[in-house]
């Protein structure tokens, strides 16, 4: 933020722009509109002409056509631009229409005018309203400024009335650039309105300049202002992203109005190069009340804070006067946080649970039972409107609520308190528990009652927020989750939490260890109904991925972690970059300590550090993310290199898709089978794959695939079948093209082959079957494969794609020949998170197959990533750029790096191998389901590593051995070009402990499997030091 300049030539006060901006000016150019004023010289002629059009027209009464012209000539505050550019029909036309708004109203006892006119080509719009109502600006916002490749400019202008009533004048005009397309092109006039850049002085066109300057170099809001010392006028310009803030423009007119501020005039400009400047002219009418600086200071944060969510759940209760724009985010954050963690279930699901699973035998049809009952009772009991209704039927004990947390986040200076904090200030919060349960007693609705206990969970969770701080893009919590998630629902208490919210999305982020790594995945709706299922499950399921996550993680030093952003219905599906953008900007916010913002509050007091990766939706956003890091974190110390795995190898990554990474793993343990079993010959494995050649898991699950035979592929295009096998030329087409199913060469099927796409209806099979909906048949793909195939047909299911749990005890049945009681496939080998869930697994086990999870088989991806986190932590930024990151001119690798990627590939392979030989002797020996048994040796692992690593013996008093241990874990590659020493240094000390530890645990479990018998580790230890 540029540091205010108090006074410029006395012209000025609170002045945030730079010094250059205000160059050479005169009183004129600050006193001044802005823009040139514009002299119609035939206005009076034209004046007249308008009279006597009407006067033929007949429908004003001769003695009120002069007073009605002039009124709409004189009173409006009309620019001559207009008149100069309209035609006398049209002025005619508006001037009859207010006319006939004003005996509407008379005749309806309503003294508002509201009348508005747009032209057919919608190139311009007139919209006049009278009274305190902001819904023709909403309009403007909904049909002009918001709509996607659409740009207007908007000139607005308030007056009184003869009867002291306020008469607001909207001119809505397209946009016409001199160069089209000119998205990069930053010179001034070639970016702006044809219109605009006539009429603007050039002093305005310096303001603008230095706005569009500052939003090149943010991905947020940039607000200036200045004072005009002589008239007291206050002028706020706002910058922004075209279209990142839903409904903003209207927004801004109700928060100068909730805070008796007289806006006058106000211009919207959008440039060619997708930025938006609002500029509003404002008189301070309660000077006498707020001195004008605590005006601006107020104007300005909550210009911020609205930018934010400015369309909220409570909006209402804001344009009515009743909350302020603090209270109503403050309470639509609560409304979220209380839609996922209101805890609906109570003790009597808790007893129906502990009799359903009361057993070391538990039937799986009773786990996920008792996990569709939850979500029924999630679905069925509190939903979003009756928790809205709740706090709009507590108003008061709301606002207490906000004042409580006020009290712990904000950081009031000594000298300057905002217009909100003193009127807080005097609003007796909610201090303690006592006074939270008295305020409670007061509610006789015990539903409120349960809402409302959340909202206060919420508060007393909070650690750190960037709600008070100016610059931000969306709202970032950091949570204690001990606090409100139930131990009987949740078992493993995540180690750290984060709950983001934005206008067009809400994200969680989740770990369960300080050192912790995950993807990031958007969640897509194809319909609203679609959008409430996943926001239902949105939370269990970020919680079930980073578990899984942490449970994959056991060969490396991260732990698991995991981020999900579930997008709002409707246009807000189209701006996933957006989303991701300010769930990213907002997460650094609490994570980068930056002097040049404000303070924040830091209840947690310790640095934190997350590692990220892509996922669904996401993978074209990570070098953004890295980029940006570095452009926030880079002058803090803040490791940027490591914060995204996943990305360009032009800035030091390790494609999974392009080495094949994950697929490494999958493959590991299919082979694995393949051996045990004692196949050689592949070409007789029969293989249905989900996920295609456009993923990838499924692009290098077919190119690693050698000759077995595909006889089904499913992505998210449709479904290629063929009985004599799909032409492996043709799939390795798509594969390496990265082509989806609808890509694929019909003509290459044989007579018992064909494919069906997602948009095909009524297609014949050549069966003589009728496939009336091809979306159904792919949908439901999996669950017909008796009806699809012949039977014992398929010997291998890779599933490389689909959404979590497609697979549960209510559908596994579709998996299970009646007659014989056996799974139709014998080996299952997970690539897909989630795809089948656990108690579907035993029951498939049960019936005979082999079935490998896929928190053991796709593990190959995250040991790549950890690989890639590791060589950014210990290079140097020089270093780094030297060994690790692609030429982006000749696309020439450094030697280094493709050596490191090929140790990377051989770890992952061998990590594969080890779990895959111990999980097979420990089904020899135990009998236990495999998927029990991969839970079982993950947490073997991680839990033995988490004690290690915070051994001070073993760490701090033998440094013989942790060089030993360290020497052996780290790569060869890494130890031979920096060397241990450099290592030491540069990374973390956390990061190497935990290095050290995991290395330590897995081996041991690998090796001498699951017992955690003290005397066999020690055996272990002694057995590492004589190996050397």
């Known amino acids: 933020m540029t540091s205010a300049i108090p006074n410029i030539q006395n012209l000025t006060l609170d002045n945030n722009f730079s010094n250059s901006s205000f160059k050479n000016i005169s009183k004129e150019d600050i006193s001044g509109t802005g823009y040139i004023p514009s002299v119609f010289e035939l206005k009076n002629d034209q004046l007249l002409k308008v009279m006597d059009a009407l006067d033929k027209s007949g429908l004003i009464p001769e003695n009120l056509i002069e007073s009605e012209t002039k009124f709409f000539y004189e009173n409006l505050g009309i620019d001559d631009t207009y008149f100069s550019n309209e035609s006398i029909d049209n002025i005619v036309s508006n001037i009859l229409s207010i006319y006939s708004a004003k005996i509407d109203s008379k005749i309806n006892n309503n003294t508002s005018i509201h009348f508005k006119k747009i032209s057919i080509d919608k190139h311009h719009a007139v919209y006049f309203e009278t009274g305190n109502s902001n819904s023709f600006e909403k309009e403007i916002d909904d049909e002009f400024l918001d709509i996607q490749n659409s740009y207007y400019r908007v000139e607005s202008f308030n007056s009184i009335l003869p009867s002291n009533e306020k008469i607001k004048c909207h001119f809505v005009y397209k946009c016409d650039y001199s160069l089209k397309n000119n998205k990069s092109n930053n010179e001034f006039d070639l970016i702006s309105d044809k219109t605009f850049s006539n009429i603007s002085t050039n002093h305005t066109k310096s303001l603008y300049s230095e706005v569009l300057s500052d939003l090149s ?19 706020i310009i706002i910058g922004y992203k075209k279209g990142s803030s839903h409904r903003y423009n209207s927004a801004l007119s109700t928060l100068v109005d909730y805070y008796g501020v007289n806006l006058k005039k106000k211009y919207v400009e959008n440039f060619s190069n997708d930025f938006t400047i609002i500029s509003m002219y404002l008189d301070n009418i309660n000077k006498e009340k707020f001195e004008p600086g605590l005006t601006t200071l107020q104007l300005t944060k909550d210009a911020s804070l609205l930018y934010c969510i400015p369309d909220n759940k409570f909006y209402d209760k ?243 972690s995991k981020g999900v952003i579930l997008i709002n219905p409707g246009s807000a599906q189209l701006k996933q970059k957006e989303c991701f953008t300010k769930y990213i900007d907002s997460l650094l916010d609490l994570l980068i300590v930056d002097p040049s913002k404000e303070k924040i509050v830091d209840l947690y007091n310790k640095p934190e550090m997350l590692f990220m990766g892509p996922d669904e939706n996401t993978a074209g956003f990570v070098d953004w993310a890295t980029l940006h890091a570095k452009k926030r974190g880079s002058p803090f110390n803040f490791p940027w290199k490591a914060f995204f795995t996943g990305k360009s190898p032009t800035i030091g990554g390790i494609p999974h898709d392009e080495y094949g990474m994950t697929t490494l793993s999958v493959r590991a343990f299919t082979e694995g089978v393949y051996s045990k079993l004692n196949i050689n010959d592949w070409s007789k494995i029969n293989k249905l794959q989900m996920g295609g050649g456009d993923g990838d898991l499924g692009s290098n699950e077919i190119k690693l695939s050698g000759n077995e035979t595909y006889v089904g592929i499913v992505d998210g295009f449709g479904c290629i079948v063929d009985e004599n096998g799909i032409d492996k030329n043709e799939l390795l087409r798509l594969a390496n093209n990265r082509f989806g199913n609808n890509k694929f060469d019909i003509s290459k099927l044989s007579s018992k082959g064909y494919a069906i796409m997602v ?31 012949p039977p014992n047909f398929i010997n291998l299911w890779t599933p490389c794609g689909g959404r979590p749990n497609s697979i549960d005890v209510t559908t596994v049945h579709s998996l299970i020949n009646e007659k014989t009681g056996k799974s139709i496939i014998p080996i299952i080998i997970e690539g897909a998170n989630l795809f089948i869930t656990q108690a579907a697994k035993y029951i498939l086990e049960d019936a005979g197959a082999i079935v490998f999870k896929d928190a053991s ?115 060869s590659l890494l130890l031979k070009e920096i060397g241990l020493e450099n290592i030491l240094k540069r990374v973390p000390e956390a990061y190497l402990k935990a290095i050290f530890a995991t290395k330590l645990a897995s081996e041991f479990v690998y090796t001498r499997g699951i017992d955690p018998n003290p005397a066999k580790f020690l055996e272990f230890v002694s057995s590492l030091k004589r190996r050397v």
């Open 759 to 789: 948009d095909d209806k009524d297609i014949k099979l050549p069966n003589g079957k009728i496939i009336n909906s091809g979306i159904q048949f792919r949908n439901n793909f999996h669950l017909k494969l008796q009806e699809i195939y």
């Open 217 to 235: 170099k943010t991905e947020g809001i940039v607000i200036k202002h200045y004072t005009v010392s002589e008239t007291g006028e206050l002028r």
């Open 318 to 560: 804001f344009e009515s006067g009743i909350w302020s724009i603090q209270e109503c985010i403050y309470a639509h954050c609560g409304v979220i946080f209380a839609t996922h963690f209101l805890n609906r279930l109570g003790p009597e699901f808790q007893s129906l649970k502990d009799i359903l699973l009361d057993s070391k035998n538990v039937n799986p049809k009773n786990i996920e039972l008792i996990s569709k009952i939850k979500d029924r009772f999630n679905s069925e009991t509190f939903s979003e409107s009756y928790i809205i209704e709740t706090f709009n039927n507590n108003s008061k004990l709301i606002q207490q609520l906000f004042k409580n947390f006020v009290d712990t986040h904000y950081v009031s200076s000594s000298i300057v308190k905002t217009l909100s904090y003193q009127k807080y200030s005097k609003i007796n919060g909610i201090e303690n528990d006592e006074q939270f349960e008295k305020s409670l007693n007061d509610i006789s609705n015990d539903g409120y009652q349960t809402v409302l206990k959340v909202l206060y969970s919420f508060n007393k969770s909070i650690l750190k927020t960037n709600f008070f701080i100016t610059s931000k893009i969306a709202l970032s919590f950091r949570l204690n989750s001990s606090t409100f998630l139930p131990k009987s629902e949740y078992s493993n208490t995540p180690f750290g939490m984060f709950f983001v919210v934005g206008s067009e999305f809400r994200g969680f982020h989740i770990r369960f260890r300080d050192v912790a790594r995950g993807g990031i995945r958007i969640v897509l709706s194809r319909s609203n109904d679609a959008y409430l299922k996943n926001m239902r499950s949105m939370f269990d399921e970020n919680y079930n991925l980073a578990s899984t996550q942490q449970r994959k993680n056991k060969d490396i030093p991260e732990g698991g």
């Open 857 to 971: 088989a796709n593990k190959g991806g995250v040991t790549s990533s950890s690989m890639e986190v590791l060589a950014a932590l210990s290079f140097d930024d020089a270093e780094f750029e030297k060994n690790m990151c692609m030429d982006s001119n000749t696309k020439i690798l450094p030697e280094f790096y493709k050596n490191y990627v090929k140790e990377v590939q051989s770890i992952i392979i061998k990590n594969a191998q080890n779990e895959f030989n111990m999980l097979w002797k420990l089904k020899d020996e135990t009998n236990k389901s495999f998927a029990d048994l991969s839970d079982e040796l993950s947490v073997a692992i991680n839990k033995l590593a988490d004690e290690l690593s915070s051994s001070k013996e073993l760490w701090e008093d033998d440094i013989d051995f942790r060089t030993i241990v360290l020497e052996d874990a780290l790569p």
